[in-house]
Every structure is written in structure tokens, then in C-alpha cells.
């Protein structure tokens, strides 16, 4: 006999837990990421290597095909974290 509970923890045990720094803003739209990416940025204070922007279906969007990808999916808004600061420290040092 199949343990269905028992599948379900496992299943929910290999969802990795994500830390992330502040969000920052959002995207609503695809034509809001168009329209205002490079202000929403600016405003922030960060440039985009320093973000990650994740869909609402927990994707990493990264460039234009996953944005296109979560227009398609239907899987707006699009949030902005801030990278931890142990993580952006290492992306200046590999520059």
C-alpha cells in the first residue's frame, strides 16, 4: 500500500529553503519591467547584478526570455530581492 503522507513530506523535504535579502520593489507586467526596469533600479540604489528577481511561481528571471516566460505563464508580479551582502561582496571580488 502507497504511503501518501509519506510521499508528501519527502516531496516537501526536497523543496530547498531560499534566504534572500529585502525585497526591493516589483514588476506587475511585462510591460512594466520594459518601462521601468532601469528607473526601478536606479531608485533602489542597486543595479541589477546585485538583485534577483523571482516570478510568482518561484522561477529566477534573469533576462528578457524569462520575463517573456513568466508573461506567457502568467506568473506576474515579478519580485526584486537584494542579494545578500556576503553574496554581492563575492560578485565585486570575482570582478
Given at each position: 500500500?502507497?504511503?501518501?503522507?509519506?510521499?508528501?513530506?519527502?516531496?516537501?523535504?526536497?523543496?530547498?529553503?531560499?534566504?534572500?535579502?529585502?525585497?526591493?520593489?516589483?514588476?506587475?507586467?511585462?510591460?512594466?519591467w520594459?518601462?521601468?526596469?532601469?528607473?526601478?533600479?536606479?531608485?533602489?540604489?542597486?543595479?541589477?547584478?546585485?538583485?534577483?528577481?523571482?516570478?510568482?511561481?518561484?522561477?529566477?528571471?534573469g533576462?528578457?526570455?524569462?520575463?517573456?516566460?513568466?508573461?506567457?505563464?502568467?506568473?506576474?508580479?515579478?519580485?526584486?530581492?537584494?542579494?545578500?551582502a556576503?553574496?554581492?561582496?563575492?560578485?565585486?571580488?570575482?570582478?
Amino acid at each position: 500500500m502507497v504511503d501518501i503522507d509519506k510521499i508528501e513530506r519527502a516531496a516537501e523535504a526536497a523543496i530547498p529553503t531560499v534566504l534572500l535579502g529585502p525585497k526591493l520593489f516589483e514588476f506587475t507586467s511585462f510591460d512594466n519591467w520594459c518601462d521601468t526596469a532601469k528607473r526601478k533600479f536606479k531608485r533602489a540604489g542597486v543595479s541589477s547584478g546585485r538583485s534577483l528577481c523571482i516570478d510568482t511561481t518561484g522561477r529566477i528571471c534573469g533576462w528578457g526570455e524569462h520575463f517573456m516566460t513568466a508573461q506567457a505563464e502568467d506568473a506576474f508580479p515579478v519580485s526584486v530581492y537584494l542579494l545578500r551582502a556576503d553574496m554581492s561582496e563575492a560578485l565585486v571580488a570575482l570582478k
